[in-house]
Structure formats: structure tokens, C-alpha cells
């Protein structure tokens, strides 16, 4: 049932996805017309309401964590852009040490944070306002995940710079996924965006590596570019 709370400002329901054998459950607002119809009463036009549903990109990203836990196991990651945090929340139920969901819209957070502590994973899994084009980053992370970042085509710029701040530097550590990103998108949404991004990220001496993914959200399959970044580890003598 629904249940409206005034910190949230818009009716909340619970809900739970099936990631990868695990049942995840998660707060979400009840109608996104509602979220929006708040933003527009607030006078907040600038706000993006679409944090306030599960997006495939988020499924495929939880999937890959919880089937290979050893890519977040131990680890500080970080959730850019977290909306809902689903894939945050599979990471702390994956075993990082530390996760935090970082978002602007302070709403999204909160439903987060109440999700986060539904999955029993509130000590590990952290949240923290998070504006791109305005707050710098206080201390990298091992690991970056960032699910529909990047379909904004302003975005993009932000979102490839931001990665190199927010990742460690790289490391001679062989355990998998020791300083990288994990980045997800649909593959039909914004293909330039796709390219562009991947384009400036090599551009900024990343190995990237590109793979398609899919996942099926309320009975449609969807198809989602699944992206690598990982930092180049000049360490190990010149390539």
C-alpha cells in the first residue's frame, strides 16, 4: 500500500525487482506526474523527474554486480547520478566496503537511503548531493557507476571529465575492476552520445572496452550498452 510521507513530498510506494537470483526492494513515488507536478509547484523547471522510475540500464549494471561480486568486493564505489540507487544497493549487497549514491535531485536520495536500509545495507551504502557542473569530488573512488548519465547530450562533457576525478589513480593492484567505471546506457537512445563519450574518454588515455547487454523491465526487453573505462596503468613500463 501507499503511504505518503511530508519529508518526501509525493505519495511512496515499495516495490522489488529480481536482479540476478537476489529480490532487491526498493521506495519509489507512486506517479511520476506527481514528482514533476511537484518540481513545476516548487518552481524548480530545471529539475529532472525521471530518477523517479527503474531504468534497464540500473538492472544490467545490479546484474553484473551481484553474478561478479569480486568487481566491487572490499572497494569504495561510488553511484553517479544514483536516481533510485538500485545499482549502489547491489554493490553494498555485493560486499563494497563503502558505497556512495551521488545525485542532485536530494529527493531521489532520500527514497535511496530508505531503500538502501529495506535491503539491509544502510551501514555500507551512503548518500550525498552531488551537483556535476558545480561540487568537486573529496576523495576517488575504486570503482564508478554511472546507469543513464549520459543521455543528455550537455552531459556528456561533464560526466567524461568528472570519471577522471572520481577514479583512483591506476593501480598495480591485478584484482579485477581496481580503478574503473562501469557505465551503462540504452543502445537505441543517444548512439552519438555513446560514441562521443567513449571518444573523450580515450581521448583521456582510458582503455575503454563496449559490449551489449539487455534486461527485461515490466515484460519488455531492453537493449543497453554496457561500458568499461578502466584507468591505463602507466605503472607497468610504456605499452
Not at 560486499?95 to 529495506?118: Q, T
Not at 582510458?206 to 539487455?214: A, D, W
Amino acid at each position: 500500500g501507499g503511504f505518503a510521507d511530508e519529508a518526501l513530498a509525493v505519495e511512496v510506494e515499495q516495490a522489488s525487482v529480481e536482479v540476478a537470483g537476489e529480490i532487491i526492494q526498493y521506495i519509489r513515488p507512486k506517479s511520476l506526474d506527481a514528482v514533476l507536478d511537484y518540481y513545476i509547484d516548487a518552481g524548480q523547471l530545471d529539475r529532472d523527474p525521471y530518477w523517479a522510475r527503474l531504468w534497464s540500464s540500473a538492472m544490467v549494471t545490479a546484474r553484473e554486480l551481484l553474478e561478479d561480486p569480486g568487481l566491487v568486493k572490499g572497494k569504495r564505489v561510488c553511484d553517479l547520478g544514483a536516481g533510485l540507487g538500485l545499482a549502489g544497493i547491489a554493490a553494498g549487497m555485493a560486499g563494497a566496503e563503502e558505497v556512495v549514491l551521488l545525485d542532485r535531485e536530494e529527493m531521489a536520495l532520500r527514497f535511496a537511503a530508505m531503500s538502501a536500509h529495506l535491503n539491509g545495507v544502510q551501514e555500507r551504502v551512503k548518500v550525498q548531493a552531488f551537483d556535476w557542473q558545480k561540487d568537486a569530488v573529496e576523495e576517488p573512488f575504486d570503482v564508478v557507476l554511472a546507469t543513464d548519465v549520459i543521455y543528455e547530450s550537455a552531459s556528456v562533457p561533464f560526466v567524461a571529465e568528472l570519471l577522471g576525478s572520481l577514479l583512483k589513480g591506476p593501480s598495480t593492484n591485478e584484482a579485477p575492476c581496481s580503478s574503473c567505471a562501469l557505465v551503462t546506457d540504452p543502445q537505441h537512445r543517444t548512439p552519438a552520445n555513446q560514441r562521443r563519450f567513449i571518444a573523450l574518454m580515450e581521448e583521456r588515455g582510458m582503455q575503454v572496452e563496449t559490449r551489449l547487454s539487455s534486461a527485461v523491465l515490466e515484460g519488455v526487453e531492453e537493449h543497453v550498452t554496457f561500458i568499461t573505462i578502466t584507468q591505463h596503468n602507466h605503472l607497468a613500463g610504456p605499452a
